[in-house]
């Protein structure tokens, strides 16, 4: 009998957000792992939260004590208004910590942004490509949302029926990664 992975669904406000499960509870679960969230709300590579919230990488020794075999890495829509250059750099820094870790490291885009919507594919292509240089699998996100998958009354975070779909597409688009990712090996 082999062991089910455990894995961490780590980001912003969208992995640790909701009172019924969001994406980063039921995605696991379609994949058949041990899930746990680690999210920290208004965060990104490169962005910094209300109240003094750090970026990502000041979460990284708490990620590690975590222990897990997979990481799913969610690209933040919050650092969609900075430059694609800045946050690339700040994605491979986070990667090239943290890749050792874990068993396999999964990318995920950014299917919507609030701010910085018109920059988006930017921000997308910088974590794609901090991905590639330090192993990891990226998990092209754009598109997957749309306005009518956000909460009525907050344009940046998704409703319930988006959640669920944000988490079908997490689960297909990593099950997609890992096949390709081993029809190359």
């Given at each position: 009998m082999?062991?089910?992975?455990?894995?961490?669904?780590?980001?912003?406000?969208?992995?640790?957000?909701?009172?019924?499960?969001?994406?980063s509870?039921?995605?696991?679960?379609?994949?058949?792992?041990?899930?746990r969230?680690?999210?920290?709300g208004?965060?990104?590579?490169?962005?910094?939260?209300?109240?003094?919230?750090?970026?990502?990488?000041?979460?990284?020794?708490?990620?590690?004590?975590?222990?897990?075999?997979?990481?799913?890495?969610?690209?933040?829509?919050?650092?969609?208004?900075?430059?694609a250059?800045?946050?690339?750099?700040?994605?491979?820094?986070?990667?090239?910590?943290?890749s050792?870790?874990?068993?396999?490291?999964?990318?995920?885009?950014?299917?919507?942004?609030?701010?910085?919507?018109?920059?988006?594919?930017?921000?997308?292509?910088?974590?794609?490509?901090?991905?590639?240089?330090?192993?990891?699998?990226?998990?092209?996100?754009?598109?997957?949302?749309?306005?009518?998958?956000?909460?009525?009354?907050?344009?940046?975070?998704?409703?319930?029926?988006?959640?669920?779909?944000?988490?079908?597409?997490?689960?297909?688009?990593?099950?997609?990664?890992k096949?390709?990712?081993?029809a190359?090996?």
């Open positions: 082999s062991r089910i992975p455990t894995a961490i669904i780590f980001g912003d406000s969208w992995v640790s957000m909701g009172r019924k499960p969001g994406y509870k039921i995605a696991p679960v379609l994949l058949g792992w041990r899930g969230s680690m999210g920290l208004g965060t990104g590579f490169v962005a910094e939260g209300p109240n003094g919230r750090k970026p990502y990488a000041s979460r990284i020794p708490e990620l590690l004590a975590a222990g897990a075999d997979v990481l799913v890495l969610q690209g933040s829509g919050n650092d969609a208004p900075f430059e250059d800045e946050v690339e750099a700040a994605a491979d820094q986070f990667l090239r910590q943290v050792g870790h874990f068993q396999q490291v999964y990318m995920i885009g950014v299917p919507w942004a609030g701010k910085g919507r018109q920059t988006l594919h930017l921000t997308n292509a910088a974590y794609e490509r901090a991905a590639e240089a330090n192993g990891a699998l990226f998990v092209p996100a754009e598109n997957w949302l749309d306005r009518s998958h956000m909460k009525k009354d907050d344009p940046w975070h998704p409703s319930h029926r988006g959640h669920l779909r944000m988490a079908r597409k997490v689960a297909a688009g990593i099950r997609r990664a096949h390709q990712a081993a190359t090996v």
